[in-house]
DNA sequence: ACAAAAGTGTTCAACGTACACCCATGC
DNA sequence: GCATGGGTGTACGTTGAACACTTTTGT
């Protein structure tokens, strides 16, 4: 008879092990960034597997048999922020033999970025927190290596494409543009240069709208241009996605 | 009972589909690179799958369950060429829910690079073969998108690390270098350039020999600094290992 | 009027690109 | 001596980095 065993909040079926037997567990780890109040925002929930009681852990469950690996993920990020067609890529599969204190379970790391403002978080429903990645310390499983492997493809990717601008919401001003650059990669910029670049793109639509309620003078809104980044970005940026 | 299912040139175990078992294969497959007259070679096997009978497929296998990933790659990889520490890194997860007529089989690609001279194939023991890369049409499997993916993530990441260099032998001419950049990238480069932009590294040892059996003046050949890259490439280039 | 951030241009250094001639060897 | 590729330097354009003042709004 087969046994349940509880896998990240979720359930995975595990069989006796035999030589006969080569069950590896399939799952998949979603890396949910947001932004706020200038810091770069992760979503965990608490564990409750026994042995990494009150650590958190990454949003995962196990792929289904009949699933494709971006449907696990479109699934779990729906299922935690009522959120459909967000921004996801993968990004690395993780399978230690001991990553898992249940079983052997190879997981896929996928990182996505939404706008906390626009979610529907059930956070009464699981203990779901959005956190501060740079204060987190200890996490359930190997999700510590797993949000640092993300986080340093988040730094990277975004410095060769305009990714972060998911992270704000449809209008936003230079300003806010330029501290989310500044909080995620850690470095002071020149604002003259930043706004020069990012015009230089092309891709910044001006809404014609300015900031309310700031205590100065006020700045433009912007949206980006999807549509046009969409049709070129074969082109100035490689549109790699491996 | 259970039922044994060949599965790209190795055995998955595969059990009955019913509501308790979740059973997901994963395999590895590697794209082994090679360079040889010019040309970018990959290492292939004759399926033998019935439904893909006749068609190539890349080297792949389960991993076993305790196994870590890169032990699997490394096996394979020791297995199909006799070599050890081979350079290789991850690209990224396949798992469509049909990929695999057997079943369920979710695969991580890998992708090596090593010497054709060095190596020792046992071509006579599998129908092993190296390739044209530039002329596979038609693969087993999904094969050949996993062979595009990481021919593509060779062109990127080769154009800011060097990873080219572990396609020649140890002792290489600018010109060897030269073309084997030129052929990969598909992109005539100028010599002048070429050799400012390696030397300006400060990587190339000269070993003093000269080329020989050359139908003009013989060239320098030069040896890659290992060394001094490993202590450097997180300064300069960003060891990006995602 | 004052505080606070928006908005704007120029200069310089570094880097990549284009390009042409002499040199060493084998035949 | 001729053919073949080895080896080298300079001029130009583009790009990224450094840097300061005027403008607009709220208080």
Redesign the pocket.
Known sequence: MKTKQVLNNSLIAKEPVSADNFTVGVSVDCVIFGFEACKLKVLLIKSDMPSYKDRWSLLGDIVKPGEDIDEAVSRIVKNRTGLNDVYMEQVRTFGKVNRHPEGRVITIAYCSLINIRHNELKIYDNELHWHDVNEIKEMAFDHKEILDACYYWLQYRMQEHPLGLRLLGTEF???DLQLLYENILDEKM????F???FFSMGLLIDTGILESN???????LYRFDYEKYGSMKRKKWLGIDF
Chains 1, 2 share one sequence.
């Not at 700031?214 to 433009?220: A, I, L, M, S």
């Open positions: 001003s230079l300003r020149d604002r003259r240069n706004r020069k670049k700031v205590p100065h003078r006020p700045g433009k």
